[in-house]
């Protein structure tokens, strides 16, 4: 789907080396999508949207690959993410990055490849970000607003530009065997359902925060 962002701030684990590594990996993560946003911006603006693939696009998909770990750690129970809200998103990025792009290329020369990894990049900035900063004990107020706030933008982005590739890729794939066109065509009607699913699940830890938010302001100013 258009992004992970819907997985649960986790608390400070106990252990000092797990938080040390969640830290790690979550800053580790920030950086790599801060890449992948610089440079799809950057080519964007000045060669245009058919130069993004070639400048980016190894890195875009070897990037998310990396969210493989993420399926370990809600498993595992390293994080408190739920394990198949996880497994949909993970899953349908690698469908994206995977099965539809890296076998189709030419289908990155659409705009919708570009917007589908700003949405990526700027959710995953500032996802991992919070995280990162969130498990080091600092919560910074804008940052807290951006993480539960920029979904109702990034999430439509991010899901229509998926769906138009996987659209795309149908007639192609279909030229490869029949079953793998009716098989995408069958994807998108899942999008549907799987796209409400994480949208309310975000919304639902949204509201959780900024109740807790606003509580905490109340109690500062008694």
């Excluded at 469908?95 to 290329?105: E, K, N």
């Excluded at 029949?178 to 309310?200: C, D, H, R, S």
Aim: a positive charge; glycine letters at 4%; one cysteine or more.
């Amino acid at each position: 789907m258009a992004s992970p962002s819907s997985k649960q701030p986790s608390k400070a684990p106990s252990s000092p080396l797990k938080t040390a590594y969640l830290v790690l990996y979550n800053a580790a993560s920030a950086a790599a999508w801060a890449v992948v946003l610089a440079r799809t911006v950057s080519l964007c603006a000045l060669p245009g949207p058919l130069f993004v693939y070639d400048g980016v696009g190894q890195w875009a998909k070897w990037t998310q690959t990396m969210a493989a770990m993420e399926i370990l750690h809600s498993t595992l129970g390293v994080v408190r993410a739920p394990l198949f809200t996880t497994l949909m998103q993970v899953s349908s990025r690698f469908l994206l990055v995977w099965a539809i792009v890296d076998s189709f290329p030419f289908l990155a020369f659409s705009p919708v490849y570009s917007s589908m990894l700003v949405a990526w990049s700027v959710t995953e900035v500032i996802r991992y970000s919070y995280f990162a900063l969130s498990l080091s004990g600092w919560q910074p107020a804008a940052l807290t607003w951006l993480r539960y706030n920029t979904f109702f933008v990034l999430y439509p982005v991010g899901i229509l530009s998926e769906c138009s590739l996987i659209y795309m890729a149908a007639d192609p794939a279909g030229m490869r065997s029949p079953l793998e066109k009716y098989l995408l065509y069958a994807i998108l009607v899942i999008y549907v359902p799987g796209a409400y699913v994480l949208y309310t699940h975000m919304m639902t830890q949204r509201k959780k925060i900024m109740r807790a938010k606003k509580a905490k302001g109340d109690r500062a100013t008694r």
